[in-house]
């Protein structure tokens, strides 16, 4: 079956550095690729998403990039403020399958002051 | 307000005893879905629903069941909880299978068996 594979499982930066988290995926019929923010106590957001047409996608301060060939894909942001905290989880979906949303473990994002 | 809304939010119970999460939605959304949260594991799905009376199992669906008799619920059922279903649980849902708007979680359910 599909794995995501997502590293690390946390990251330190300081404050205003850029963060970057990676994902790999095992199904090359893997075509879509959310990105979720979860802040302490609250419920999962999607914060951006890209599909296998793509190579890169920007919004704002934060980007992904996939590379279809390594079967990889990752999370940038830039200019890390503190609200950036939290538990960062990528995901693929196989669109040729059952449809299941396929997570990864979970990343663990500081921003130290 | 669009949202998802799951019942309780905290919950303690015994073993072996009944108990169901419920969970709703006001966007007329065709596609539910539960999962469950723990340290380490990330997101796990339980069951999802593509549509009214339309429901699949997930990675993790020993021990729980659903239902989807009408659009906006999607209660998820313990028959006989045990203490390994001690988790966080969350109901997501989206206009239609991969719409490119993403999900919507719930608030959230804690539960613990005790």
């Known amino acids: 079956g599909e794995n995501v594979e997502q590293h690390p499982s946390t990251l330190s930066v300081q404050e205003g550095d850029s963060a970057v988290i990676k994902c790999t995926y095992s199904?090359?019929?893997?075509?879509?690729f959310p990105w979720y923010k979860q802040e302490l106590g609250k419920r999962p957001q999607l914060i951006i998403d890209i599909r296998s047409n793509v190579g890169e996608k920007k919004d704002q301060r934060i980007a992904v990039t996939l590379n279809k060939t390594a079967k990889h894909f990752s999370l940038h942001i830039t200019e890390t403020q503190p609200e950036d905290s939290a538990v960062y989880f990528c995901?693929?979906?196989?669109?040729?399958?059952?449809?299941?949303?396929?997570w990864g473990a979970g990343t663990k994002l500081i921003i130290k002051p | 307000e669009a949202q998802v809304t799951q019942n309780p939010r905290y919950l303690i119970t015994v073993t072996g005893k009944k108990l169901t999460v419920t969970c709703s939605q006001n966007m007329n959304h065709e596609y539910m879905s539960w999962y469950r949260q723990d340290p380490g594991l990330g997101l796990r799905q339980i069951y999802y629903s593509m549509n009214v009376e339309v429901t699949d199992k997930g990675d993790v669906p020993e021990g729980y069941k659903v239902s989807r008799k009408e659009k906006r619920n999607f209660p998820l059922i313990l028959e006989s909880p045990s203490p390994n279903q001690t988790s966080l649980y969350f109901c997501?849902?989206?206009?239609?299978?991969?719409?490119?708007?993403?999900?919507?979680f719930g608030s959230g359910t804690r539960l613990t068996v005790v």
């Open positions: 199904d090359s019929a893997s075509n879509y």
């Open positions: 995901a693929a979906i196989l669109m040729d399958s059952n449809y299941q949303l396929i």
């Open positions: 997501a849902s989206q206009i239609r299978f991969f719409s490119g708007e993403g999900y919507t």
